[in-house]
């Protein structure tokens, strides 16, 4: 049984920082893609970050050069380390696998940038 578990949200002001972990059991974790969306009260749900099995990451445009994703095989856990956030970025952020063909989705994380 895939589990993906979030957990680092909460609020902060802007222009300050925040670290999501993502706990993943059931899966080969050091063999495949694992992601980071994000989903905005009225929005769809977004890719916000993404890395591969060789370390390869990609970013959504508007995170570039302020979010980091990392992943630390021997721990199972993917991260997001968040710096600047600004309003914008507040949302429900959802860690995300997909294992021969099915798509798994952690319950999600809420991040509030606020003052």
């Known amino acids: 049984q895939v589990q993906l578990v979030e957990s680092g949200g909460g609020l902060v002001q802007p222009g300050g920082s925040l670290r999501l972990s993502c706990a993943a059991s059931g899966i080969t974790f050091n063999i495949g893609a694992m992601a980071w969306y994000r989903q905005a009260p009225g929005n769809q749900r977004e890719l916000v970050a993404s890395i591969r099995s060789n370390e390869n990451t990609n970013y959504a445009r508007s995170v570039k050069g302020r979010f980091t994703i990392s992943r630390d095989n021997a721990k199972n856990t993917v991260y997001l380390q968040m710096n600047s956030l600004k309003s914008e970025d507040t949302a429900v952020y959802y860690c995300?696998?997909?294992?021969?063909?099915?798509?798994?989705w952690g319950q999600g994380t809420q991040v509030t940038v606020s003052l």
């Open positions: 995300q696998t997909v294992r021969w063909g099915e798509t798994y």
